[in-house]
């Protein structure tokens, strides 16, 4: 079982990293929170013409053609750079359930697409930029119409509930199951890199930051919660990694949400130490800090909670 990333993959990583900085970095994320979206697509395109907006997609349909491991790659990054808009369904979930001909679309950059999930994703993200709306259920998928934004805890994100319209094409609930799983795995690995990210900006704050004439990175207290970030971060990326080679196992599932809740409360105790590393400063919109603290809460509330993967893993365990 490998857990190191292949030469290409590390390849497709500063190609990520390139474009997004040379986009505007984290700046694509505050645009997006103050309502201008142009940053973010002007990104989308230039990802799509990459090739990474179909990363799952086949080869035959103008695709990436990547594997399981080559999303969980991409989406730490996007986590690191906090990428706002309905990454995730466009590249993780859709390719999985829609037609030929909006696959190619979802894979050349033409076509945006966000979701509603019976069960897991009540409200689909940032449906005001998508052209396709889908409303998945157990074992078909419907174009949908959206309604009404609703805030969400992160501010880069929007949500909307979405309405069924035209007739539902019926789709194998094993293939639905499996895109929501992936789309899962790629919010845990996004969670890492935001993890990741917010470690990063603390250490960095931590040096320079001075409370009774020292900078506050000297304290003990404050060394042993980065530590334990450290720690966390570091059990839960071979989890996510672990469940992408499980992909087509019969344990995938339960590799899945076993990822979900340790990337899940990194993500979180990384935020809770970078405010307690920044201060007051951290809550304020004025810091860039503040992008991935929100992001780290609402990815772990996304896809599944804590508690619904906990259980889902509860009840593999005991019908074993």
């Known amino acids: 079982m490998r857990f190191l990333s292949t030469d290409e993959q590390l390849a497709i990583v500063d190609a990520v990293d390139d474009i997004i900085s040379a986009n505007g970095g984290a700046r694509v994320a505050r645009a997006w929170v103050d309502g201008d979206t142009a940053p973010g697509l002007a990104l989308w395109a230039q990802l799509a013409e990459a090739g990474l907006m179909g990363l799952r997609v086949d080869e035959a349909l103008g695709g990436f053609g990547g594997s399981t491991s080559d999303l969980v790659v991409v989406a730490e990054r996007l986590g690191w750079h906090s990428v706002p808009g309905p990454m995730l369904e466009s590249i993780a979930l859709l390719p999985h359930l829609v037609d030929d001909e909006d696959r190619a679309g979802l894979a050349d950059g033409t076509l945006i697409g966000t979701a509603t999930v019976a069960g897991i994703a009540p409200l689909a993200l940032d449906a005001h930029v998508a052209n396709r709306h889908y409303a998945i259920a157990e074992s078909h998928v419907a174009a949908a119409d959206p309604g009404g934004a609703i805030a969400s805890i992160d501010p880069a994100r929007r949500l909307f509930p979405l309405t069924a319209t035209g007739s539902p094409r019926d789709v194998d609930p094993a293939v639905i199951a499996s895109a929501v799983d992936e789309t899962t795995l790629a919010c ?15 250490v960095e704050y931590a040096k320079v930051r001075e409370q009774f004439g020292a900078p506050v990175g000297q304290y003990q207290s404050l060394k042993h919660q980065l530590a334990d970030v450290r720690v966390a971060l570091s059990f839960a990326r071979p989890l996510v990694w672990g469940a992408a080679l499980s992909a087509g196992t019969s344990k995938h599932s339960r590799d899945v949400s076993a990822a979900k809740v340790a990337a899940g409360a990194a993500a979180r105790l990384a935020a809770q130490t970078a405010l307690q590393v920044h201060g007051a400063i951290g809550y304020t919109r004025e810091h ?30 005991l019908a074993s």
Do not use: N
Request: proline content about 0%; cysteine-free.
């Open 188 to 202: 845990a690995a996004g969670l890492v890199g935001t993890g990741e990210r917010l470690l990063a900006e603390s």
């Open 288 to 317: 860039d800090v503040s992008i991935w603290l929100a992001r780290a809460v609402a990815h772990d509330q996304a896809w599944g909670t804590q508690e619904h993967h906990r259980d889902r893993i509860a009840r593999s365990l």
